[in-house]
């Protein structure tokens, strides 16, 4: 046994009998030695001896009152994610995937029912070449599978009775922003925590809802608000997937590169100004399309998902309101139900809003808005839809968000140009309404009123 002090406290190591490791066990002092002052007490060397995880980390301090009937605790957690575009992720010419489950004989699978149709004999054989064994949850992820029952069946799938895994083990995931929400938060609630690699197969995941630290099911209250914050530990993006999308699809997910680019990168969007129609019609070069366009499409792909982690990464537990990445989605998720509309298609028209509401604001020039707004027109994405002239169902949407995001205010991102944005802590109602009459207006001069293309659920068969 050795006696040791750390930071003025008595701690004792001792040596178990068989394993050969110390073990650290900390000696309260009697009453009578407690100084009558604040003690930190840490302990060492559990990270290198007792460690669970190889992408999670945490390190805690405790602080004594100098009552004696009071302490403190500050914990901190700590995370690796990794997101990496890659090429053929199936293909037997790229290991990566068989280099994470190789030591382990074994890849425990979550794989969207469609892509399972359209990849899995392609997944097989990728394990099959590697003499890993696939075990493999084929779920149905439409958006109305996103419940809790969806996640109670992927847990059951991961539990004791299913493949019984450890939460060491990384559940890999295959799929659309449905899947990886629903599964991702089966792996936060499985063992409380176990990793998962996130291969997103639409533009959506790929870019947004795949890396995300935001999983989550469909609540009661509303869509999204039951969940956890916990990322992928890995995110493959592989564009090849984008192929066998629809279009619609593809439009879709444009949306949240544009939200990127207006909030964070003037560069993604002068690419976006360029390409995007190309990039769309050929569903990111993997339809048609000269190399010279592939190479385009990586750089956007990888400027989005840079922007979007840059914010999401250094705030992955929501804890501050600076959130660029939610600009587009402050009235959307009260207008985006009602009205029937794509995500994407309620994210643009969120958009265009708001470039509007900024110039009425001050923020932003005209010009800018409407490179914005053109933007987003030229992708085939709505920037208006009648529904905005309910002023009530707007001002009740704002009500929601202002309660969503705490008590300090609405912190709606707004462009301040192309590549800023600011926050507006409030939106009073006469600016709201004056905002809307402004943006109901500038879109009368548009033949199609502002519409987009395939802008409906029901327009993809979703509805
Ligand atoms: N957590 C987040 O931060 C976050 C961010 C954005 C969106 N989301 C969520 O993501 C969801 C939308 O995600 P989505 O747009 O990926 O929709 P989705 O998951 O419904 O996928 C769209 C459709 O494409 C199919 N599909 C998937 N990959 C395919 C492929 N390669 N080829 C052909 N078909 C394929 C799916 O089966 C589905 O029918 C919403 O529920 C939204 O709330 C979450
Ligand atoms: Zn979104």
Request: proline share 4%; with cysteine.
């Amino acid at each position: 046994m050795v006696a040791g002090s750390l930071l003025g406290h008595k701690l004792h190591w001792e040596r178990p009998s068989t394993k050969g490791v110390y073990m650290v066990q900390e000696v309260l002092p009697t009453r009578r030695e407690m100084p009558a002052q604040r003690r930190s007490i840490g302990r060492e060397k559990h990270a290198e001896q007792y460690r669970t995880s190889a992408w999670y980390d945490g390190s805690g301090e405790i602080v004594a009152g100098a009552d004696n009937r009071s302490f403190c605790v500050q914990a901190t957690y700590t995370l690796e994610a990794t997101v990496k575009l890659v090429d053929g992720v199936f293909e037997v010419g790229n290991p990566t995937l068989a280099e994470l489950y190789r030591a382990r004989g074994r890849c425990v699978a979550v794989v969207d029912a469609t892509v399972a149709e359209l990849y899995g004999a392609e997944m097989q054989a990728y394990f099959a070449h590697y003499d890993i064994a696939l075990n493999e949850y084929v779920c149905r992820a439409w958006e109305t599978d996103k419940t809790p029952d969806t996640v109670l069946t992927i847990l059951k799938f991961l539990g004791k009775d299913g493949c019984d895994v450890s939460r060491n083990e990384p559940v890999l995931v295959v799929g659309g922003g449905v899947l990886s929400d629903v599964a991702g938060l089966a792996c936060a609630l499985h063992h409380r925590r176990t990793p998962y690699v996130m291969v997103g197969t639409t533009v959506v995941s790929a870019i947004d809802a795949g890396p995300s630290p935001r999983t989550c099911t469909n609540g009661s209250q509303f869509k999204n608000s039951l969940g956890s914050y916990h990322p992928p530990v890995l995110t493959l993006v592989d564009r090849r997937f984008f192929r066998t999308l629809a279009t619609g699809h593809v439009r879709n997910g444009v949306a949240e590169i544009i939200k990127m680019a207006v909030t964070d990168d003037p560069t993604l969007f002068a690419l976006m100004e360029e390409h995007g129609p190309a990039l769309v019609v050929s569903h990111f070069a993997t339809l048609e399309g000269s190399e010279s366009l592939g190479a385009i499409a990586d750089e956007v792909i990888y400027r989005a998902l840079y922007a979007y982690m840059k914010h999401e990464g250094t705030n992955m537990f929501e804890t501050y309101q600076d959130r660029p990445h939610a600009y587009g989605h402050t009235w959307s998720p009260r207008f985006e139900p009602a009205a029937k509309l794509m995500h994407g298609h309620a994210v643009s028209i969120g958009m265009a809003f708001g470039a509007t509401l900024a110039v009425e604001m001050g923020w932003l020039s005209l010009g800018d808005r409407d490179r914005i707004v053109n933007l987003c027109r030229a992708v085939g994405l709505s920037v208006y839809h009648p529904i905005l002239t309910d002023l009530e169902l707007m001002a009740e949407g704002q009500k929601n968000m202002r309660r969503k995001r705490g008590d300090g205010g609405l912190w709606a991102p707004l462009p301040t140009g192309i590549g800023a944005c600011d926050y507006a802590q409030e939106v009073p109602l006469a600016l709201l309404e004056q905002a809307i009459g402004a943006h109901r207006d500038y879109c009368e001069q548009f033949a199609d009123g502002g519409a987009g293309h395939e802008m409906y659920l029901s327009d993809l068969g979703l509805a």
